[in-house]
Each structure stands twice: as structure tokens, then as C-alpha cells.
């Protein structure tokens, strides 16, 4: 039998993958499921399991309160730690704590207290809701102003028009999300870390979408602030715990405006006044939920033994691989491509719009056993998720929609809105 | 042998005890451990083992994304359900999300948005020291005024002097620990409730050290708001996600000042301009960290089986024994009872003072197996959790106690500080 000659082609590249046995690395219990959701809920990697049966039945149900002391108490700042390793901050920049949303709420505040005197926020039309619903609320109890940059289809950045809009008088904020959302294209982080810093204000990025896919240099570029997910890429579990991470000389300086008892200095002293804490602890909150916790170590140890390079490395040649059977197999079909077409300039997610997006993701699901993800009104994401994406599943990926529209399997498929996240 | 009097009491209690079943339905490892400590971190409950393998092997490990949509999605809502049976709420007042700590954030600027005239937030010298700290951060950012009730011992309720001090004009909000974290003492709800009503303020209970232990009545108090923790009485694990409760006709009054998108109406529109949804739901944040919540429901469906009254029934018979034995065998030592002697005023913890409490504690940790916990000064706490504490485990804790001091054993241990929460 003749293999068709992308799929040999693709077989050749897996074969060739030096990457390849991390796959073996994570639980692939059906594997002709091609899942490229990666870039919504990482996959479980199999160590999780054990590291987890490790913490409930012996941390928790035979140390119990003592296991505090024993590994728990120092999670955030441990696991933080190994995160700014894939982010290019020093061991002591990165606390993982709360969710993005929280992380990014406290950091947007403390950005503002440094810049009293400012007004104005410059954010981006294609920015993640979360990021725009919180910057909303904080602007209304503070009276600032928001600026949204009009980064139109999000395909095309428009970095001069960011610089510009940064450089007014009254800018206190800059806030982006790295690698966007819906198209996967990533913003110039030291051109708008230095726009930023020539107007006076501080820049806060939101690498949910990049960490663990896509070397980040926070350091040097001079950042100053950053929040992400680890549930993505690092593979931390539904919901797992974020990070934040502030520059080593801001963070004195700045205040958590959710003033909790694990962001106390001398916390068991229970003193009656609150005093933050050194470091990075004062972005602590409450007292982290420690099962969730874990299970980000064990996903980010992964992406540290695979190398951020080797891994980005990867990625590229699996997006362009996509972007070239998207070409062949679906642009005919009026499929059209919503991420930059330059690898440089686009994370490890690729975009693909239609007319009728929402029923060929329904298709994909229930017929075709793929998995994408969807997002309003017309994008399907195939995100490849480098340690465990092999070049067929994008070859398998990209052929099925291609069933699917050929044959038309969509159109039985109402609009009906999907819950996933 | 001829058992101590005492003991033998604690036989014959424990085997007429109709919720001694329960304790069975907790991994108990090391049958010799007294642990008297789950006012701090309840124990694992064993169904909890097989609801946590379920929830990582399938759901995340197979079922992937899908699973928001099989059970994640809901999980907030339908816990919070249950521990409203807990809180004498209605199944749509409660969710569990966040911390405890960033839920009283969120509920203490939610209350200030109504009443914005008015500058004065009422709470006591014994509260939780995060919800002081978190006061202090709003008070701050927002120009109020705390007035502190001194509660001076916090053994003795002061409950006139409390309602004194609600009484003035520009009050917005009252809020005090249900049951104090150090003392145990109990605030007259219904009291203190109709108080700030009167003053035409709001009122925030913080009700983690008596949820699960001691029957709440918010609905009937007429309750405006309270938080809670889920990882002491509620067994959900360490650093469980809390709870919020809003009575219904306030749900809609009410905004929450961290705008996330698990908080916004038909979030996966993925509109970009914040619109709160409906109920409760509009005090989620961000992503929830969903293994740790599914442990707290096994938790919670345990202390439903047992019944609140039960229990309550239960700690109150072994917090008298306690003090009986502290009479006996410990106040000649010199130990302070610095817990309310009477149990209608008192939750499910006893604390003992004395000087070298902290050495005491050590050394009952150290050599006799005794797990209480330490709260300074001089405080040694000891939780009874009526759901597997034993009248058995109240008689050794006390005997073993007498031993360290009868014998000394404490005065070879430093004061250094402990790291237990």
C-alpha cells in the first residue's frame, strides 16, 4: 500500500523527532484521538499521577498537618522558581499563586500605585477577555482610562502603532498578551518593554499562551511585570495554580492589594498588622490549594528536561508543517488562515477561520475524533503542544477537516455553543 | 489491669457513640497518632482517594478538555450547594472559589460599594489575622476607618459592647470570625446580625472555624454575607478552595472588584466588555483549581451523611470531656482553660495557656504523638472533629500532656518556631 505523501512525510519527521519520547512521558490512552488542545488543557503526565497519590496519601493523609513543613509551605516560591527558568527570570522572580485573572488583578494595582499621577492603560482590541473584564473594573474604581490599541484581526501586529499609542504623557500601564489568544501572533516584547520604559510606564505581560512553547526573555528585555497558566503548556492540570513574576529591584516597591496572611512577613507570628512579606511572598494570598499545586511541578520539571529551544524548535516545523497541508487540503474549501503566516512571528497555535467554524468543530469532535478547540465567532485552534504532539496527529488533524468539508459532515451539526474552555 | 477511671470512660463513650462508623471512612494510618488538629487540616477521607484517581486518570487524563463540560464547569456552583445545607443557605447563595482570604476581599469591597457614604468598618482585636490584614489593604486604598472592638481574651464575648459600637451613624460594615480561631468563642449571630441592620450596615461572617462543627444559620440570622474554609471540618484537603455565601436578594446588588472570566455572563461568547453573570456565578475569578475542588466534595458529603447535629451533639460532649480532664490533670500545672466554659459558647477547639506552651507543644509532638496545634503566645489549640475523633484521643491528648509536665519533658525544647499553619 501506498501512504499518501504527507502522511510519509510526516512519519519520516516523527522518526527523525528527537523530542519523540517525551510522548511516552504522558498518559495516551486512545491513541487514534488526535488532540490538539494542548493549548487549553495540557496532557497528564504519567509521573503526575504518582506524584499525586504521593501527596494525598502520604503528605495529607499520614503527615498531615505536618506536611506543611515538609515541602508545602515552600511550593510557590520551589515551583516559581523552576518556572522562571523557561521564562528568563532569576530563581526568585516567579511565585505561583491564585489563578491569572487574581495574579493579574494584583499586578495591574501595584503597577498603578507606582504611577499615581497617570491615567491612562494602553491594552489591545485582541487581548484575552479576562485580562480586558479586570483592567475594566480596576479602571472604573480608580478613574483610569483604558486605551485599546486596535490590533484588528490580530494576524498582523501592528507594533509602531503600539509604540505610539505607549508614548503618551499619561500612560502608567502597558499591558498585552503575549502570544494572543485567538491568532497565536506574538507581540515584540522588547520593542514595547522599551516604548514602555521611554514613556514612563510599566509593562505587564500575560504569557499564558507562550510559556513552555516559546523561549520568553523577561530579563532581558527588561520587563517588569508578568503573569501566565500552567495548565497549558505545562501541563499543571485543570485549573492549576498561575504564576506571577515581578523584577527583582520592583519588588519592594510594590504592593498586593490583597493583603493576606500568607503574604506576611513572619506569617505564624500572627501579628495583628500587616507587613509584607520580603521578595516575591507578598504576592502570596491566601493559603494555596496544595493538591493543584503539585501537579504544576511535576508538568514543568517536563518542559525543563525537553529545553525550551528543542521544544520551540518543534513547534515551528509543526506549524509550518499545518500551515502547508492547510494550503493543500482546506484553503479550496474557503478555509482561510488566521495566525501570521511568518513562524517568527506566531506561537505554537495555528487559527483556522470558516463561515461555518463552529459546526466543522462539532464535526471534528463527535465524527472525526479531533479535537480542536474553538473560538468565536469562526476560529478553530489546533494548538501543538511540542512534547507530545507527533507530525501525524498534525497530518491526521488536517486531512480529517479536510473529510469533513469534502464530504460535507458538518452541516448536520447545529451552532449550538460548546462549553469548553 | 484496672483501666483509669477516665479511660474507661472514654471506652464506653466511644463504643455508644452512633457516628463512630464515620471514622472509618478516614485513612488513619498510624492508629497511635492523636490528632488533634483538624481544626487546621481536616483528614483524608478515603472516598476522597478514589475521587481524586477518578478525577486525574479519566477525566484530565482521558477525557481531556471534555471534562469542563462533564463536571468541572458546574463544580463551583454544585459544592457550594451542599455546604449551603451547612450554612443554613439556600443551594444557589453559596460557591466555592479562591481562597478565604480573597473571597473576604471581594465581599468586604463588595459591601463598601453599597453603602459608599459611609466610612466606618466594624471588627474585633481576636479576628483571623487575614482578615485584619485584608481590611487594612482596603481600608487604605479606600479612605474607611477600622474600628477594632477590643475582645481583649477573646474567651469572653463582649457582645453588648459590640453592639455599642455598630451603633454609629457612618458603620457600613460589621464583620467578625463566628468562632474565633484562638479561643474557640462563638458570636451571638442573630445578635450581632440585627445590630448592623439596625445601623444600617451590612454584615460578613467568617465562618472557617465553625463550618462543619457547629450548625449556622444564615438564612434565619438574615445574614448578608460570609466566607469559609473547606480544608478544616470540611476534611477538603490542604489549601482546599474556600467558600462565599450572598443572600439571593443581594446577588445582584452586589459587584465583585476582581472582574474575571469565570465571573462573566455566557463567558465563551468571549465578549470583550465585562457583563456579570447571574446569581452567584458572578463571584468566580478565574479558572478554578479543579482537582483541589473535587477533593472538597467528598469532604462535604461526609459531614452531610454525619448531620450537623450529630456532630455538634458529638463535639460538645468531647469538648466537656476535655475540659473535665484539663481540670484534673492540667490547671494544677498551672494550664489556663482560655476557652469559654460554657459549650453554648464555644465551637469545637479548646485552647490551653501556659507559659512554655510552645515546648509543651513541641515536646507533645516530639515524643508523645500528640498533634495539636500552636497559636501564639501561648496557646496550645486542641481540635476536635467529631467526624473520627475519638473520646479515647481526648483522653490521651490530656494524660500525655500531664506527662510532658509532670516529667518535664518540655523544658529540653527551644522555642524556636514551629511552620504549621
Known amino acids: 500500500m501506498t501512504l499518501p505523501p504527507y502522511l510519509q512525510h510526516a512519519r519520516a519527521r516523527d522518526a527523525a523527532d528527537p523530542l519523540a519520547a517525551f510522548r511516552d512521558a504522558f498518559v495516551i490512552d486512545d491513541p487514534d484521538t488526535i488532540y490538539m488542545d494542548g493549548n487549553s488543557l495540557g496532557r497528564l503526565p504519567k509521573r503526575t499521577i504518582a506524584r499525586l497519590n ?32 523557561l521564562v528568563g527570570a532569576q530563581g526568585d522572580e516567579v511565585l505561583v499563586a491564585d489563578s491569572t485573572s487574581v495574579n493579574f488583578y494584583k499586578l495591574v494595582h501595584a503597577a498603578l500605585d507606582l504611577r499615581p499621577a497617570r491615567r491612562q492603560i494602553v491594552t489591545e482590541t485582541v487581548n484575552f477577555p479576562t485580562d480586558a473584564y479586570i483592567l475594566q473594573g480596576i479602571a472604573q474604581a480608580r478613574n483610569k482610562k483604558i486605551t485599546y490599541i486596535d490590533t484588528s484581526d490580530g494576524i498582523t501586529i501592528p507594533t509602531d502603532a503600539i509604540v505610539d499609542a505607549i508614548a503618551a504623557d499619561d500612560c502608567a500601564l502597558v499591558t498585552l498578551t503575549h502570544t494572543a489568544f485567538k491568532s497565536g501572533a506574538v507581540h515584540d516584547m522588547r520593542a514595547i518593554t522599551d516604548a514602555a520604559h521611554n514613556a514612563g510606564a510599566l509593562v505587564l505581560w500575560d504569557l499564558s499562551h507562550s510559556v513552555g512553547s516559546i523561549p520568553i526573555h523577561l530579563n532581558d528585555c527588561n520587563a517588569d511585570l508578568a503573569v501566565g497558566c500552567t495548565y497549558k503548556y505545562l501541563n499543571g492540570g485543570p485549573g492549576a495554580p498561575a504564576f506571577l513574576y515581578v523584577r527583582r529591584d520592583l519588588q519592594a516597591q510594590l504592593r498586593n492589594p490583597i493583603q493576606g496572611w500568607f503574604g506576611q512577613r513572619d506569617q505564624f507570628a500572627m501579628g495583628f498588622d500587616y507587613a509584607p512579606a520580603p521578595g516575591m511572598t ?140
Not at 506543611?68 to 523552576?82: C, N, S, V, Y
Open 54 to 85: 504521593e501527596a494525598v496519601q502520604n503528605e495529607w493523609g499520614k503527615r498531615l498537618v505536618r506536611g506543611w513543613g515538609e515541602g508545602w509551605m515552600d511550593a510557590p516560591a520551589r515551583i516559581g522558581g523552576k518556572i522562571a527558568g
Open 282 to 421: 507578598r504576592f502570596n494570598v491566601g493559603t494555596p490549594p496544595m493538591l493543584s499545586m503539585l501537579a504544576v511541578e511535576t508538568g514543568v520539571d517536563l518542559v525543563l528536561e525537553a529545553g525550551i529551544e528543542r521544544l520551540r524548535e518543534k513547534s515551528v516545523a509543526q506549524t509550518e508543517f499545518l500551515i502547508t497541508l492547510w494550503e493543500e487540503y482546506l484553503a479550496p474549501f474557503g478555509v482561510t488562515l488566521n495566525s501570521p503566516s511568518d513562524p517568527n512571528q506566531r506561537g505554537s497555535h495555528i487559527s483556522l477561520g470558516h463561515p461555518d467554524a463552529l459546526r466543522i468543530d462539532r464535526a471534528l469532535i463527535e465524527e472525526m475524533n479531533v479535537i480542536p478547540d474553538f473560538r468565536y465567532p469562526d476560529n478553530i485552534r489546533f494548538g501543538v503542544a511540542p512534547l507530545y504532539t507527533r507530525f501525524v496527529d498534525v497530518y491526521y488533524a488536517m486531512e480529517r477537516m479536510h473529510r469533513v468539508l469534502s464530504e460535507r459532515l458538518h452541516e448536520k451539526y447545529s451552532i449550538e455553543r460548546p462549553t469548553v474552555t
